[in-house]
């Protein structure tokens, strides 16, 4: 729909035909990746999903659940750790180095030999690793964990982008850092804060309740965000400030209403046929 609203257009401007959005569509709900270049691949950059660039990452979490299912979930912790310790290192190499010769990780969204790699890397890495992390878990004692490992997120994602690719990428590195090192930290340390009263419970669960469905839905209003952009040609936040808020609340309350009136129905309805059978 939103892709209809802005008008049909690829990034470049040429028009594609509704037989091919349907057939992204289609491909898009039975997770069909679209290879760049093809008729269907409708917005012309590469993306795997074009309708809904993040379902990418959903992709390859499917790949990770196979994996899980076959032989992860078997691993002794040893040979997990090994795993983790592996992947840790292949993925600090992928950034350092600059392998994607983006200047980032942020790979995995299209279908070419690198992006498949370093989304790969980006899945099995963190995937493994909160496998490890669960089953090694033990809280630790900490008074305010919520609102500092907030602070503590604030100023990681407020370091601009980083310059220099030679010896090494710093950027990646910084990159790097973040995922393999402070984020599983964090990690830990939310996992083991407990709330205390009524305010801050309701705000950790509401966060984490629309964590999902706000990821979900959030990317075709930006799409057509974009779209707004370029065709006022509006480039700074004092220009666009006002409409930004009402993509960021509309992105909220879309989510929200996903939530409620269909995630958890149809968890609740799945659960009850399938989980009562098993039982």
Same mark, same amino acid.
């Given at each position: 729909v939103t892709f209809y609203l802005q008008g049909c257009v690829q990034w470049d401007g040429t028009h594609v035909a509704i037989s091919m959005v349907m057939l992204s569509l289609l491909c898009t709900i039975f997770f069909i990746p679209a290879m760049? !270049?093809?008729?269907? &691949?409708?917005?012309?950059? !590469? &993306?795997? @999903?074009p309708l809904n660039g993040p379902c990418w990452s959903l992709f390859f979490e499917y790949i990770g659940n196979i994996l899980y299912a076959l032989f992860i979930r078997r691993l002794s912790n040893r040979a997990l750790t090994v795993l983790v310790v592996l992947l840790g290192i292949a993925l600090a190499l992928f950034a350092v180095f600059n392998v994607s010769g983006y200047g980032n990780i942020g790979v995995g969204w299209t279908l070419d030999g690198v992006n498949f790699l370093g989304g790969s890397l980006r899945m099995l890495f963190p995937f493994s690793l909160g496998m490890l992390l669960s089953r090694n878990f033990k809280p630790v004692r900490l008074k305010g964990a919520f609102w500092i490992c907030a602070i503590? +997120?604030?100023? +990681? @994602?407020s370091v601009p982008y980083l310059e220099g690719a030679e010896p090494f990428c710093v950027n990646g590195a910084y990159e790097a850092f973040c995922v393999i090192i402070a984020f599983p930290i964090l990690v830990w340390l939310g996992a083991s804060g407990i709330t205390t009263d009524k305010k801050s419970t309701a705000i950790c669960k509401f966060l984490g309740d629309i964590s999902y469905p706000i990821y979900v839905v959030h990317y075709p209003l930006m799409y057509l965000f974009y779209a707004w952009l370029i065709k006022n040609k509006l480039y700074t936040l004092e220009e666009t400030w006002e409409v930004a808020l009402c993509v960021y609340a509309l992105s909220v309350v879309l989510a929200y209403l996903c939530l409620k009136l269909y995630d958890e129905p149809v968890r609740k309805c799945l659960a009850k046929r399938l989980l009562h059978k098993k039982l």
């Open positions: 760049p !270049g093809v008729g269907y &691949e409708v917005r012309g950059n !590469g &993306e795997m @999903f503590v +997120l604030i100023a +990681l @994602f």
